[in-house]
């Protein structure tokens, strides 16, 4: 190659390398919770016979998928336990009580990753998920993660299930007993990104 | 749901034990004087919660993690030694007004610690704070100060019963209101001052009965943990600002006892009728927030 052509190339070639790494750099891509196409919802045993259900309405979160390093992926979600909704206006005000929820002290339920981990199917999420004034280490199995296109807009979804006890986030004891200690929380989350 | 078994239990204990302290205390300086008595209430009181908490296994928590933690832990205890300290002979008036005034100033910015009231999240912003805090503090200490002055010219135990009774009252409207553990703190602090105005008037002298059965420490624990209850009640708790503010100035009825037609009454039945004229809303608000209950509540039941 003559010295000319490598001196007029050589302005493209740094373009070039720069966009690289420019790319490189943003792998991860970043997804807002799109509340209206997802849910978190909850049951609890009543009485040991029969399951009460109730979802929160007012949810928010933000998660980043970079899917040449899952490990550099990144997820958090906040509840706001006021929202609780158990089509019954009376319980959902008692749920929202210090015997309960205790809104007014703890206004929001929290999950923050510390580490992910691509599995099959999805991914293994690892972190704290702090309820009630109280933190714990949980690790969650998240199944989906495929990213469509719909519009102008890339969607990606994901599932998961978290059995846990409400002892073991400061929940008044003797409240628990006509519902039951353990819950189920299930969480259904679309991410949107344009 | 509702132990109302472990709630007797409970306040029996409370009862005892601050009897019993009261008791000792008394009998080991029979002739300690106003400030030794005064400092015995205290003891006793303290004593006699310890005592009926313990019982109920209240699960409260330290360092604090909600309301009532921060009443039983932190508002409670400095009432006790501010109460203490204010019968010491020595201590001017004034000194112990201010005392007074500073509690009654912090209370309800301590219950409200950390709560989403201060956390400027929204719930309310930082002017509308601090004017309720400061309008709840002026009320709690208007009330406080009334029945103090009151009680000095009434001798016949009404302003501590009245207090009593609004706290038996407070105590179940919380819980049917959904509040169960918070309605049932009320029970052994009101066997706990029971039984401590009650011993008190069995072991004093015939002159200092009638002073003691509602001596300024009685009072003072009682009319901070009426306000305190009920405030966490209504910020906390479900119960409005009609119910918390009919309960807490309930026992300033007793002031109907100085009317002039009913000095001529005997004692005894003046108090009688100061104490049913009390009663009155306070079995209107228990009856409205039995309705409430029945139709709110117990269908989850």
């Known amino acids: 190659m003559q010295a000319s052509s490598f001196r007029r190339m050589t302005p493209l070639l740094l373009v070039t390398l720069i966009a690289s790494v420019g790319t490189t750099a943003s792998a991860a891509d970043e997804y ?132 846990i006890k409400r002892s073991d986030y400061g929940f008044d004891p003797k409240a628990i007993g006509p519902i039951g200690d353990e819950a189920l929380i299930i969480i259904d989350c679309e991410g949107v990104r344009k | 749901m509702p132990d109302y078994v472990a709630y007797l239990t409970a306040s029996s204990i409370a009862a005892i034990v601050g009897a019993v302290v009261a008791a000792t205390l008394l009998a080991a300086r029979r002739d300690g004087g106003a400030a030794w008595r005064n400092v015995a209430y205290v003891v006793s009181i303290a004593a006699g919660l310890a005592g009926g908490y313990w019982m109920m296994s209240l699960n409260l928590a330290w360092p604090p993690e909600n309301a009532l933690d921060r009443l039983l832990t932190v508002v409670l205890p400095m009432a006790l030694v501010m109460e203490g300290i204010a019968g010491i002979p020595a201590l001017s008036k004034w000194l112990v007004g201010v005392l007074r005034l500073m509690l009654a100033m912090l209370t309800p910015r301590i219950l409200l610690h950390d709560s989403v009231y201060l956390s400027g999240t929204g719930e309310w912003t930082s002017t509308r704070a601090w004017t309720i805090m400061l309008f709840c503090s002026v009320v709690l200490m208007a009330v406080w100060m009334m029945l103090l002055q009151f009680s000095g010219r009434r001798r016949n135990g009404e302003v501590s019963a009245s207090i009593g009774m609004a706290l038996l009252v407070a105590g179940p409207v919380i819980m049917m209101a959904g509040y169960i553990k918070g309605g049932a703190a009320a029970f052994p602090l009101v066997a706990a001052l029971a039984g401590v105005a009650i011993t008190g008037w069995v072991m004093t002298g015939k002159s200092e009965r009638t002073v003691d059965l509602q001596s300024a420490s009685i009072i003072g624990v009682g009319v901070i943990y009426l306000f305190g209850l009920l405030f966490v009640g209504r910020f906390f708790g479900r119960i409005s600002t009609t119910t918390a503010s009919t309960l807490f100035c309930a026992p300033l009825l007793c002031w109907s006892a100085g009317l002039p037609w009913l000095r001529t009454l005997k004692a005894w039945k003046a108090a009688a009728f100061c104490l049913m004229l009390v009663a009155i809303p306070l079995v209107i608000v228990l009856l409205a927030a039995w309705q409430a209950f029945e139709r709110d509540m117990s269908p989850l039941l």
């Open chain 1, 32 to 163: 807002d919770y799109d509340l209206v196409h997802s849910s978190v919802s909850f049951k609890a045993r009543h009485l040991g016979i029969s399951w009460i259900h109730g979802r929160f309405n007012e949810v928010s979160g933000k998660f980043s998928l970079d899917r040449q390093d899952p490990s550099k992926s990144t997820f958090a979600l906040t509840i706001k336990t006021d929202s609780v909704d158990t089509a019954n206006k009376a319980r959902d005000e008692h749920l929202r009580q210090p015997d309960y929820f205790d809104t007014k002290q703890f206004p929001t339920i929290e999950f923050k990753s510390t580490s992910v981990k691509a599995v099959k199917d999805g991914y293994q999420v690892t972190g704290n998920f702090t309820m009630h004034g109280k933190t714990q280490k949980i690790v969650l199995a998240l199944t989906g993660g495929k990213e469509h296109d719909f519009g102008k807009v890339k969607r990606v979804a994901f599932s998961t299930e978290l059995a």
